[in-house]
């Protein structure tokens, strides 16, 4: 079972897992950009231009810049979900509770049935 937070903003509901967010760890560009999560994507962006840059001008021994890449996608990818509830709260959402599911979907049908149903989640 994974554990998910759950956030509601009018009739939308999200939820966001809490962990590692393994589908950030090889592109953190396309998994911020999925997530419609701009800012954050103009941050990756600007360091993985400061990285080609770096490499480019043989700031860094590469196997140094590979090294101080991987740590800042391995730490991207730590804080990822964290990032993402962060931007649904700028987004006017507001954190509901947790709930736990195989995924996403049975996390927020556990969260609907505590509440009495789909109807009542929202009244």
């Known amino acids: 079972m994974r554990v998910y937070s759950i956030h509601v903003r009018a009739d939308d509901v999200v939820a966001v897992r809490e962990g590692f967010a393994w589908s950030a760890l090889p592109v953190p560009l396309l998994w911020t950009l999925a997530r419609r999560m701009w800012l954050w994507s103009a941050v990756v962006l600007a360091v ?69 149903g789909w109807d009542s989640a929202f009244a």
């Open 48 to 116: 993985d231009l400061a990285f080609a840059a770096a490499f480019a001008r043989h700031w860094f021994d590469p196997v140094e810049l590979a090294m101080i890449a991987f740590a800042f996608r391995f730490l991207f990818a730590a804080e990822a979900h964290d990032l993402l509830r962060r931007a649904l709260y700028w987004r006017g959402y507001l954190e509901e509770g947790m709930a736990t599911g195989r995924d996403a979907d049975s996390a927020l049908r556990r969260w609907a049935d505590r509440r009495g």
